[in-house]
T-cell receptor, first 111, second 111 residues
């Protein structure tokens, strides 16, 4: 099925652990991005990519790394998890203004 | 600057019209969007409007754009209980195809 696939759907981490949230799209979209959603704050941009090999920081990049080695994949790495990173994470991809598609989200809890 | 503002809560009776308002600050935004999020789910694109349009209608949804005041609204006609959700306004920034979201408006539909 075409779309944006995120894994895992749920994850519990201990403080200080690292992990990678996976995101893949099969629509050949140029643009990909990661957002986090916290109650009452809408979605905030963490990192984004305008094409393979090109990434840039968004509004809240600290504590996260990304890479874009292929058009399809855009993984988000948490280097050393903190309780403040407890959130719901959404990956999205687009080819332009009309085609923004979101994944179903990863619910992360850091204890 | 990048800032999108929405009222936090709206309550309507089933069958009435709902109007959700949004203001944005970046006059160079090319697209403006309305997304719907149901509890525990991802974001569903409802509709969008290009910045050179004043109005767009799509079945029960009407989007109005006032570029002079940087004001966007979403009208839902004949609101149903299934329309209860959080509605996010978002603007597309020109560089990087980044979306900037409002904090969301909770729509509650009373039967």
């Amino acid at each position: 099925n075409a779309g944006v696939t995120q894994t895992p759907k749920f994850q519990v981490l201990k403080t200080g652990q690292s992990m990678t949230l996976q995101c893949a799209q099969d629509m050949n979209h140029e643009y990909m991005s990661w957002y986090r959603q916290d109650p009452g704050m809408g979605l905030r941009l963490i990192h984004y990519s305008v094409g393979a090999g090109i990434t840039d920081q968004g509004e809240v990049p600290n504590g996260y790394n990304v890479s874009r080695s292929t058009t399809e994949d855009f993984p988000l790495r948490l280097l050393s998890a903190a309780p403040s990173q407890t959130s719901v994470y959404f990956c999205a991809s687009s080819y332009g203004g009309e085609g923004y598609t979101f994944g179903s989200g990863t619910r992360l809890t850091v204890v | 600057g990048e800032d999108v503002e929405q009222s936090l809560f709206l309550s309507v009776r089933e069958g009435d019209s709902s109007v959700i308002n949004c203001t944005y600050t970046d006059s160079s935004s090319t697209y403006l969007y309305w997304y719907k999020q149901e509890p525990g789910a991802g974001l569903q694109l409802l509709t969008y409007i290009f910045s050179n349009m004043d109005m767009k209608q799509d079945q029960r949804l009407t989007v109005l754009l006032n570029k002079k005041d940087k004001h966007l609204s979403l009208r839902i006609a004949d609101t149903q209980t299934g329309d209860s959700a959080i509605y996010f306004c978002a603007e597309l920034m020109e560089y990087g195809n980044k979306l900037v979201f409002g904090a969301g408006t909770i729509l509650r539909v009373k039967s």
